[in-house]
Each structure stands twice: as C-alpha cells, then as structure tokens.
C-alpha cells in the first residue's frame, strides 16, 4: 500500500475481538513523519535503529529513531508501488536495495558502497534479497544468485530456470538459504550446494520467515484445498501444520515472539496468534481497517 506518512508504532491500532469487545490499547504512537513521495512496500530496520524506505519517486530515504528524514539518495530507479519485498538492512548497518537489474549497498550515511548486476528480471516481480549474518547477499529472481560484502558476485545456481508465471523467496538462517519458486522450496548451503528440494501441497509460495530458529513460515497461495494461509515447514522440508487466514488478501511475512506464537494479518483486519501446534490461540478485528487493502 502507498502511503506518505511512515508512521512508527509499538501498538498499531486499538483492537476488538471479532465478538465485540474492546480491548486496552497497552503502547502509543512514538512518532509520525511525512515522507515526500509515498513508500514502496517494505521498510527495512537496521541494527542501529535506521529506518530505511523507498519512495515511489525513486529514492531511498533513512529515518533516524526520532522520526528525522537523514537523506535521500536519488539514483535506485522508479519503483511501482505494488512490487514485493526489494530492500533490507545488513548487519553493517547498510541498506541493500534490489532495483531493476541491479543491486545497490547504500552505507547508512547514504553513500553508495557497491553496485552488482545480477542480470535479466522477471517482469512480474522484482528480485528479491536477503542476507547472512557474515555479510553474504543472496538475490532471488530469475536465478539465485549469491553476492559478497564487495559486491562481487560468489555463485549464482538455477541460471535461467525461473519462468515469468512463478514467484520466488528467499530466507536465510545460519548456513542455510531457503528459496522458494512457485511451490518447490529449496534447502541450499551458503556455499552455494543444493541439499534438498520439496514440492509442497500449494500453487504458490509467496512469503518466507524463519520463525524459531529451526522452522520455516511460508505464506503460500492457490491451494488445491481451496484456502491460503501460512505453513510452517520442518528442516525436513516437510510440512508441519497449515493455518488457513481467510478473508481479504494477507501479509507475506510473519512475527513470532519468545513462546514461539506466530503472529499475522489480512487485508480485511484481522490480526491473528497461532500456537505452536498451528491452533488459533486468538483472532481479533483491527479498527479502521479497510477490507481488500494490503497488510504488511
């Protein structure tokens, strides 16, 4: 969803359950800026607590933990503002922005470290990027393509093997890159070795969050059952339960907290805690929401 105000909030919105009730707001509003072009989903966190944002205008804009606009930097492209994920902080504390062909490391003063071509896009979505926790970029369009803190580009594996009609992810944990095209998800080493690939019961994976350290999240689309919703993925690949979020369109990533419930939304409002065993522990309706809109 397009907006121009990047708004930061602890607790987003008073809560009711679906019966009605209303419920204590337990966090307020730490502050609220205008941004001068709406954003590109999604916000990207640093470490050292810089919020980054793409702008539709182009620009990659840093906000500082009191809600201040630090600078812009003007040249990443022109970005439709209903692509998918295409930007996240790096240990360092750099922001790494997939756009167009090419992948940018911007330094968190808003210089440009390094630029990587990583060859042809699909047209239907942009690549997307994630990142090990030694500084290893990995990018997921057209191929899987893994790229070093001086970005040179290591290995690239499934070189021309992903067609326009898929969608792919991407989810690093450890040495283990998770990467999804349509409904094959892969287990690869951050050396670049495929381990394993499992087809799941779904026509899409479109989201993909390590959740427990040990777990996959995967928000997955087209069931042949009928619903979408999430699954949560074993190290095996295999799937452990499946939780179906019906009503509106839902968000392609999750929360999880220190108990290991998982947290989500829809686009009609609905904000739900899943236990471990894939049960509802809760549902309540968000207030002001709007039905169809885009969660994140």
């Known amino acids: 969803m397009a907006t121009r105000l990047l708004i930061i909030l602890v607790f987003l919105l008073p809560l009711r359950s679906l019966a009605g009730e209303q419920a204590t707001p337990s966090f307020a509003l730490r ?24 702008g539709s205008d182009g620009k990659l ?24 994920s295409n930007l996240m902080a790096a240990p360092d504390g750099s922001a790494i922005v997939a756009a167009g062909t090419n992948i940018y490391s911007i330094s968190s003063s808003g210089q440009e470290l390094w630029k990587a071509s990583v060859g042809e896009q699909s047209p239907h979505w942009l690549s997307k990027v994630a990142c090990s926790d030694t500084g290893l970029i990995f990018c997921a369009s057209r191929s899987l393509v893994a790229i070093d803190s001086s970005g040179k580009i290591v290995w690239k594996l499934f070189e021309n093997q992903i067609k326009d009609e898929g969608h792919s992810d991407i989810a690093v944990h450890g040495s283990l890159i998770f990467f999804a095209v349509s409904n094959i998800l892969h287990k690869i080493s951050t050396d670049g070795v495929l381990i394993k690939s499992q087809q799941l019961p779904h026509t899409k994976i479109f989201g993909l969050s390590v959740i427990d350290g040990e777990h996959l999240l995967a928000a997955v689309r087209d069931d042949p059952r009928g619903v979408t919703g999430f699954s949560k993925i074993d190290s095996d690949l295999s799937e452990v339960w499946f939780y179906s979020l019906q009503g509106g369109d839902f968000g ?9 419930r998982v947290f989500v939304n829809n686009g009609d409002g609905v904000f739900a805690a899943i236990d471990k065993s894939g049960l509802s522990a809760w549902r309540r309706q968000t207030v002001g929401s709007q039905a169809g809109g885009h969660p994140s």
Do not use: C
Request: hydrophobic share 40%; charged share 20%; net charge neutral.
């Open 252 to 260: 392609d990533s999750a929360s999880v907290d220190p108990t290991g």
């Open 31 to 54: 502050w609220r800026t205008q941004l001068p072009a709406p954003a590109v989903e999604p916000i990207a966190l640093s470490r050292q607590g810089l919020v980054y944002v793409l």
């Open 61 to 84: 804009r840093a906000v500082d933990s009191l809600g201040r606009i630090l600078w812009e930097y003007p040249a990443v492209g022109k970005l439709p503002p209903t692509y998918p």
